[in-house]
């Protein structure tokens, strides 16, 4: 299971420092792929399988399905962990979401997500609002 939030700096080559606590998950490899709410996600490849099974069974006549198949899946790329427990990222992926030095890594249970500072910073404010956050969660029957 993937928790915590983590910063780590991006270097110049575009590759980024995978916590500790991440590492040993996403061995031998990982799927960084766009992710919702304009960050990354990082896939073990055990769920980035059972991911692409589920948008395997979804129908190839709806049109948002094959929009999100098409988000996640185009710009998605395999990845290994190299001997300091980096991760390259894609100039094309660090683009889409404005990472430039500096990244913050979030848990999100089954995968982990890489956020621009300042998109986390904006993200996060609006958990900030605890009577929002209980109107937003009412419908999840938790």
Known sequence: MFTGEYRHSVDGKGRLAVPARFRTQLQPGAVVSRWLDACLAIHTQDGW???????????????????????????????????????????????????TTEAVIVGSRDHAEIWSPDGWADYSRELDDPQALAEAFEGLGI
């Open 49 to 99: 399988d059972r991911l692409s099974e589920k948008v395997a069974a979804l129908p190839i006549t709806d049109p948002t399905a094959r929009r999100f198949q098409r988000f996640v899946f185009a710009g998605a790329v395999e990845a290994e962990l190299d001997g300091q427990g980096r991760v390259l990222l894609p100039a094309y992926l660090r683009q889409a979401v404005g990472l």
